[in-house]
C-alpha cells in the first residue's frame, strides 16, 4: 500500500531556533500534502494545504511565518517551525493524497516536537 | 461547512464484547466520503474503514463495520469480539470529495478493552 514517511520522529531543541520536518509520499505522486497539529488527548487540527509548485493553503489562525511549508516536489513537503518557542511543543503530522480523486489520504507517523 | 461531532469522549468494554462509537456530521454536499481512523499509543494514524456517501450498502471491514444513516447524517462504528489491541483513540471523519478534499475530524473517542 501507499507509504508516507514523516522525519524525524522525535526532536528537542532550545528555544529560538528553527525545526524543519520532512513528509515524503514513497511511492506515489502527491499534488497535495496536509499539515495537521494535534495537542495531548486532542484531536487533529489542519494547519495547511501544500500543494506541488504552489504557495501553501493556511487555515485561519494558523501563523504562515511561524510555520513555513514547501512543497517543492511531488514527493516531498517540509514544514519548518521558525524560532521555535515552547508553546510550539506538539505532535505534527503529515498525510498525502494520492491524485486521484476518491483515493484516501495516507498519513506519516507524525513527529513530536519539543521546544525547551 | 463540514462538521464531525463524536459525543463520547471515552468507552471501557471487556475483552470479546461488542462495542459501538457513535459519531453525526454535518454537511451540505453531496458526494463525501466518511471514515473511522483509528490512533494506538504509538499515535499512528491508522484507516479502520471508509463510507462513500452514495453507497446505501453499509461497509464492513472483519471485525469493524459501520451503521451509515445518511439521512440522519450519522455514522456510528460497530467492533464485534474486541481485542485488546482495539485499545486506541478513535476518530471519525469525512471529506468532500472536490477541491483540495480536506478532512476534518470529530474529537475522538478513547476506547479501552478490558482484559
Known amino acids: 500500500g501507499a507509504v508516507v514517511s514523516q522525519h524525524p520522529s522525535w526532536v528537542i531543541c532550545k528555544s529560538g531556533t528553527s525545526v524543519k520536518i520532512e513528509c515524503r509520499s514513497l511511492d506515489f505522486q502527491a499534488t497535495t500534502m496536509f499539515w495537521y497539529r494535534q495537542f495531548p488527548k486532542q484531536s487533529l487540527m489542519l494547519m495547511a494545504t501544500?500543494?506541488?509548485?504552489?504557495?501553501?493553503?493556511?487555515e485561519q489562525g494558523v501563523e504562515k511565518d511561524k510555520f513555513l511549508i514547501n512543497h517543492a516536489s511531488l514527493t516531498l513537503s517540509t514544514l519548518t517551525v521558525t524560532s521555535a518557542h515552547p508553546e510550539d511543543s506538539s505532535f505534527y503530522i503529515c498525510?498525502?493524497?494520492?491524485?486521484?480523486?476518491?483515493?484516501?489520504?495516507?498519513f506519516g507517523d507524525g513527529t513530536r516536537l519539543s521546544i525547551l | 461547512a463540514q462538521t464531525v461531532t463524536q459525543s463520547q469522549p471515552e468507552m471501557s468494554v471487556q475483552e470479546a464484547e461488542t462495542v459501538t462509537l457513535s459519531c453525526t456530521y454535518d454537511t451540505s454536499e453531496s458526494n463525501y466520503y466518511l471514515f473511522w481512523y483509528k490512533q494506538p499509543p504509538s499515535r499512528q494514524m491508522i484507516l479502520v474503514i471508509r463510507?462513500?456517501?452514495?453507497?446505501?450498502q453499509n461497509a464492513t471491514e472483519n471485525r469493524f463495520s459501520v451503521n451509515f444513516q445518511k439521512a440522519a447524517k450519522s455514522f456510528s462504528l460497530k467492533i464485534s469480539d474486541s481485542q485488546l489491541g482495539d485499545t486506541a483513540m478513535y476518530f471519525c471523519a469525512s471529506v468532500i470529495i472536490q477541491g483540495a478534499q480536506k478532512l476534518v475530524f470529530g474529537q475522538g473517542t478513547r476506547l479501552t478493552i478490558n482484559p
Open positions: 463510507q462513500e456517501a452514495y453507497k446505501q
Open positions: 501544500s500543494n506541488e509548485g504552489s504557495k501553501a493553503t493556511y
Open positions: 498525510s498525502a493524497r494520492e491524485p486521484s480523486l476518491d483515493q484516501p489520504q495516507h
